[in-house]
């Protein structure tokens, strides 16, 4: 039962991630930059600790009593991230829903299964598996390969991208991705792919807050299993680390292209706007509120992790069709991103089953 409700709760959580960015398409007359942070400050600032207030009693005192060293690190893992959450927006915005989160979560998933692996190498933990323990096991030796597999329905994927540009005029790469550039895009997709596994490395240094919550909870409601709601309190600084990056590179274009006059323009639909704004920034954190409820059945290894990107992946590519993304490209290039989309599914596939062994 509880692997089934993992299951159900990170594919309600990777449908949110993989819709998020719909609402921005409603949004008219802003620049990138001023719709995202709007968006953002949603994601990162109102709704966590919103989350937190409704589900966790005192989260305040539990992060006032963390130790500060805990309450940095998490912090510095939410910086990087959030500069892969960044980037993330940058390569849906050259690349398009189907390619663009193809690309990034590939990569995030992939690099969300070995980096740990090789830090923990460098500096040993019990209990962790280093880098060397994977080369030497079968299933970290399934886990690699799945990385390799990854990294080959990338390239196909890109390919797949390569051949649409060439057959799609301007106007039609217009049409179905307003801002279409593949090697601008791929470039920021395999940095955002990277980064954004840190999300994970936050969860896992936060732990110990969560684990407070946890246990305060079991206390009061004895014999009912883990508390579904534990990472709310450790979403918190995480999100914070993403806002600062966020927040300093959209004020850096608001100022370079003077786009901050968006919020006091009257010819564009402001509250719609911001309407449309809140949504996408709201849904895009029930990616993880859902993803926090699915680790506690599942646990926060890379079983978790993998079966939220994988359908993330899928819920962007259906997305990508309903909006006809790969409208009046040939069968040939479309089967071609079709065997992209399944390489890395089976990638995922792989790591999943080689974490489990």
């Avoid at 915005?93 to 190498?121: E, H, Q």
């Avoid at 895009?185 to 936060?206: C, H, K, P, Y």
Wanted: aromatic share 14%; with cysteine; charged share 10%.
């Amino acid at each position: 039962m509880n692997a089934l409700l993992g299951i159900l709760f990170h594919s309600l959580g990777g449908v949110a991630s993989g819709s998020f960015y719909m609402p921005y398409n409603k949004v008219k007359g802003w620049a990138w930059e001023s719709f995202w942070i709007i968006g953002g400050l949603f994601s990162w600032l109102i709704v966590p600790p919103l989350a937190a207030w409704l589900t966790i009693p005192h989260f305040g005192a539990i992060i006032a009593n963390c130790a500060p060293q805990i309450l940095t690190i998490t912090f510095i893992m939410g910086l990087l991230w959030g500069i892969g959450g960044l980037t993330y927006g940058l390569g849906v915005r050259y690349l398009g829903m189907s390619l663009g989160n193809s690309v990034v979560l590939g990569f995030c998933a992939a690099f969300g299964a070995v980096v740990p692996s090789i830090y923990y190498s460098i500096y040993p933990a019990a209990g962790k598996v280093s880098f060397t323990d994977m080369i030497s096991n079968p299933g970290g030796q399934l886990v690699l390969l799945g990385v390799v597999v990854c990294l080959t329905g990338i390239a196909i994927s890109g390919k797949a991208g390569m051949m649409k540009e060439n057959e799609l005029s301007k106007e039609q790469q217009a049409a179905s991705v307003a801002e279409f550039n593949l090697t601008k895009g791929l470039i920021i997709a395999v940095i955002s792919g990277i980064l954004s596994s840190f999300f994970n490395f936050g969860i896992e240094a936060a732990k110990p807050m969560a684990n407070v919550a946890n246990d305060a909870w079991k206390a009061l409601n004895p014999g009912q299993g883990e508390f579904l709601y534990q990472n709310n309190v450790s979403y918190i600084i995480i999100l914070w680390g993403g806002l600062t990056t966020n927040f300093i590179w959209t004020t850096i274009l608001s100022l370079k292209n003077k786009s901050y006059r968006d919020f006091t323009n009257k010819t564009t639909p402001r509250f719609n706007n911001i309407l449309f704004c809140a949504l996408a920034g709201t849904t895009w954190f029930l990616q993880f509120f859902f993803y926090g409820m699915g680790e506690s059945k599942l646990g926060n290894g890379a079983s978790s992790w993998i079966l939220h990107m994988s359908t993330i992946i899928l819920t962007a590519n259906m997305w990508g069709i309903v909006r006809k993304e790969w409208k009046g490209v040939s069968t040939k290039t479309k089967w071609t991103f079709t065997t992209g989309i399944a390489v890395i599914m089976l990638s995922v596939v792989l790591v999943g089953i080689g974490n489990s062994m």
